[in-house]
């Protein structure tokens, strides 16, 4: 649901899914780090907070290409609820379910980019291409690193 500035576009459309995406994902990875228990909390305490730090990087500069594109990114909790492909934390994970969610969003989020990228290229849209590709692989990186930390 973009508010258009301009007329919403499909790469806003599939821009705007990724700042709701990012927004529930910011929150996920706040909860999971202040709720972690067990052995690997020190571990995965750092590492919830380096991903929501990583995570408002990327919803800033989706949001503001989506601003650089005349559209106006959804901005309130309701609206990423009701937009997003992934599902809030539940605050009933346990720490190797946090994990495993993180790398099943990452994975759902990463096949989203993808379509975003061959869209972008499609229409000649270099920047938006570029951005999301970085996002892409920095998320595919976070992934491989949570499937080995479940020995994986």
Not at 50 to 61: G, I, M, P, S
Not at 83 to 96: F, G
Request: charged share 25%; aromatic share 8%.
């Amino acid at each position: 649901m973009v508010k258009a500035a301009t007329k919403a576009s499909p790469i806003t459309e599939i821009l705007d899914k990724q700042v709701a995406n990012f927004s529930v994902l910011y929150m996920k990875l706040h909860n999971y780090h202040w709720y972690v228990k067990g052995e690997n909390f020190f571990t995965l305490h750092i590492k919830f907070e380096e991903l929501y730090t990583e995570v408002a990087l990327h919803l800033d500069v989706i949001a503001e290409r989506m601003l650089s594109l005349r559209t106006i990114p959804t901005a309130t909790l309701q609206e990423h609820l009701a937009t997003a492909s992934i599902k809030e934390a539940k605050n009933e994970e346990t720490a190797e379910q946090m994990v495993k969610q993180l790398v099943s969003d990452f994975t759902r989020i990463c096949s989203e980019l993808t379509e975003g990228i061959e869209l972008a290229e499609e229409q000649k849209d270099q920047p938006t291409a570029d951005l999301l590709i970085g996002i892409r692989s920095s998320l595919e990186k976070h992934s491989w690193m949570l499937d080995a930390y479940l020995g994986k």
